[in-house]
């Protein structure tokens, strides 16, 4: 088998190809074939060694991934042998409140990643994925996809009718924007770009307000919503757009704080927290019973991750290289991963 780890330190130049044995499934294992990865903005904070002290090489990297079963334990009953499926992000956490030591359990740091030709996991942690999805789109639904999921879900559902604001057309965003639409959710997305604003209509946005444009966005929010603001704000941005999306949303709506692209310390202007009874909640991804959630809606809805780029195995480190630089809209993924293992 082969993998790429971050062997002697983090930076893409001590991303490394390695050769190694097959590994061995134990009685309660499954050993996965890796088919397909797809990169997050969590990969490059993780390549930059900015993940924190729990994330250490050697570490073979990115979470996102699916593969087919080639080999189970004695005690497994499921997965079977030639099944798709994917790992969980969280290898620990199966439903309700999360465990308390959550961040153990993350996939391409703390714990080794699949970005690997063949990964051993408990079957207990992996999941089936829809058939109708390609293997590159598959393989975005452990961490994006499921953190989109759990952002329409928590800390209730978004129902018929209600404003969704997502910030920004990253990986996760693109498939909230999707599932917003399938539960019946008008969407506003803000977004960097004319080409950009132009596909997130195509992809069913009612609303793209580009913020090179429009700084003042929360502004052209409330404009949008006869001045009362948005049910929910995906809050991706962080530390520069947070004051906004409280402008932005309703008195009594839900802030999902999710990401911090834009920075870590944010400024509050309580008065406008305590005074209009809003919720901040934050997500961190779900756990295996968000994603088994998330399939069946994908299905359901036919809801397909857009892919923007396909980088080979042995290529990886160009995929993290497109990461830092990306300005198209969808998912970059990693493929031919049997390619790699000649
Ligand atoms: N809490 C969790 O469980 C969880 C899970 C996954 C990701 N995240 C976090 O969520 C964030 C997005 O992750 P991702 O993987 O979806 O990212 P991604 O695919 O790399 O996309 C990042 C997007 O951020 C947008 N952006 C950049 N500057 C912005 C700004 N000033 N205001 C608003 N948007 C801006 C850009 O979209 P435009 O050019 O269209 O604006 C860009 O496409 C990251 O901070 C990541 O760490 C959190």
Redesign the pocket.
Known sequence: MKYWSFSEGFGLENLIRISGELPTPGPRDVLLEMRAASL???D??VMRGQHGKLVQPPLVPVSDGVGIVIDVGSQVSGPAIGDRASPAFYQHWQGGPPPTDLDVGRLGGPLNGVLATHCVFPASSVVAVPPHLSDEEAATLP??GV?AW?ALSEPSPVRPGETVLI???????LMALSLARASGARTIV????AA?SEKLLDLGADLVID?SIDENWARTVRKATDEVGCDRVLE???A??LSQSIKAVRTGGTIIL?????GNNAELYLPLVLTRRLTLH????GSRAAFEALNRALEQHDIRPVISKVVPFQSAPAAFAA?ET?QD?G?ICISSFQDGDA
């Open positions: 997050n903005y969590r490059l904070v961490c994006a953190t759990s910030l920004g057309s990253g990986g996760v965003a803000t977004t960097s770009s950009k913020r991706l941005g962080g520069a757009t999710i990401g911090n692209v834009t934050s997500v961190t991804c990461l990306h809209i998912n």
